[in-house]
């Protein structure tokens, strides 16, 4: 994003320059809040927002949020509380940073508060124009006191955090529709120790969404539990980490072919455990945010940082494990491919199951935010496969002899010397093993 100081949010072809703070109204303003992954849009009503947001495409994306929360820190001349939470009349609105919003807000010029992680700007609409101008300019422009734009940021984290876990919600729910009876046991009987958290969990948000904050009695039903979550989270990881050393025990393509499926389905199983304790994660996050709001305004963003610190280790956590998975399936992959002499066909289909089985994987861990690179193994085409060491060496072993050495038709006649003769016209063919 942009560090100019100049904040200016173009909606035409006017130029920003021609017009003046002292033409703007005061009720067309907006206010932008960043602390790098989200925005939090802030007006004086609905429209004001919803206008601006409109104008680049960005409603879709964007949910309204509770601005109650910032009363606490309202403090004199502070513009963002004033315009926001004056009587409850201000209007918020929340989104993710993606590619497309922080492109449309690049020219708003997001400047340093001084609240660690935290940017700022003021734009407004102009009576005779339809353009976006700045309203606040220049060194000594102050955008609103540090306690208000730090519990904005406290606000940005629950919105986002109350997102995800809606878009965990229904992962959970498409998930749970594929596994059969058996894992689905076996995912109850390792999230059984979580059961009485969410119970507590649901208490304490419907206390919080009928009287608008979680006080001490809805926050004391879950604190401390997060260390029970911590524990099921090890315990998936651990069980998605055995399946990575199983499969490297996995030499043969008939048991890398047999195997593929159930690991896909276990991975699956023990991702969703994965997947629901950073959902729960992610409520008491917002719990504790309010918490700190309430009791101790002034130290809100420092919670919310630690909380984002400790997020990110479990995310480094999930990475690890579910990284070193993917690198021993390519590794799976590799081993059926050169099996393709014998068995074109299945291995093709080996390897055609594995990459299904990666991308499911990877799919799931971004839902949290963890990022994988994903390697594509293709497989080796049956004619140049006479042409490697690697899967004549391969077809070698399977039949009997230690090495072939040699290429393309040599080594041919030495693969004949190990088959039937039906087998070879078959392999020189291109039909490959049906076996």
């Not at 939090?40 to 949020?65: P, T």
Request: glycine letters at 10%; hydrophobic letters at 45%.
């Amino acid at each position: 994003m942009s560090e100019r100081a100049c904040i200016v949010l173009p909606m035409s072809t006017e130029r920003p320059g021609e017009h003046r703070d002292d033409e703007i109204d005061g009720g067309d303003r907006i206010e932008l809040v960043s602390d790098g992954e989200n925005i939090l849009v802030v007006g004086a009503d609905r429209g004001i927002v919803q206008r601006a947001l409109d104008a680049y495409g960005l409603m879709k994306g964007a949910s309204e949020v509770g601005l109650e929360r910032l009363s606490p820190m309202i403090q004199v001349g502070a513009s963002l509380a004033q315009e926001a939470t004056k009587a409850a009349g201000g209007f918020g609105m929340w989104l993710k940073v993606t590619p497309e919003s922080a492109k449309a807000i690049q020219d708003a010029g997001l400047i340093d508060t001084g609240v660690k992680g935290v940017k700022y700007a003021m734009v407004g609409v102009p009576g005779k124009v339809q353009s976006w101008v700045s309203v606040e300019t220049g060194v000594g422009a102050s955008p609103t006191n540090p306690a208000v734009l730090a519990g904005a940021a406290g606000v940005l984290a629950q919105a986002a955090r109350q997102r995800e876990v809606a878009q965990l919600k229904a992962l959970l729910e498409t998930i749970d529709g594929k596994l059969d009876a058996a894992l689905r046991n076996q995912r109850d009987e390792l999230l059984g120790d979580l059961e009485g958290i969410e119970d507590e969990l649901r208490e304490a948000f419907v206390i919080r969404d009928r009287e608008g904050r979680a006080d001490e009695i809805a926050w004391s039903k879950v604190q401390g539990e997060s260390s029970a979550i911590k524990k099921t989270l090890r315990k998936a990881l651990r069980r998605l980490g055995g399946l990575a050393e199983d499969l490297e025990s996995k030499k043969r393509l008939k048991d890398i072919s047999v195997s593929i499926p159930a690991i896909q389905g276990e991975a699956e199983c023990w991702l969703s455990v994965v997947v629901r304790c950073f959902q729960l994660q992610d409520q008491m996050a917002v719990l504790e945010v309010d918490r700190v709001l309430e009791i101790d305004p002034g130290n809100v963003n420092n919670r919310r940082l630690s909380l984002e610190e400790f997020r990110d280790e479990h995310r480094a956590q999930v990475f690890e494990t579910a990284s070193e998975l993917i690198r021993r399936m390519d590794a799976a992959a590799t081993r059926a491919d050169r099996q393709g002499i014998w068995h074109k066909n299945k291995a093709l289909a080996a390897v055609q199951a594995i990459d299904v089985t990666k991308k499911s994987i990877t799919g799931l861990v971004k839902s949290i935010g963890v990022e994988l690179a994903l390697d594509v193994i293709r497989s080796t085409d049956w004619k140049e496969a006479f042409k490697s060491k690697e899967h004549l060496k391969a077809a070698g072993k399977e039949a009997g002899i230690t090495a072939l050495k040699g290429l393309g038709a040599a080594a041919v006649t030495v693969v004949a010397l190990v088959v039937s003769k039906d087998k070879v016209g078959d392999l020189l063919g291109g039909k490959g093993s049906s076996a």
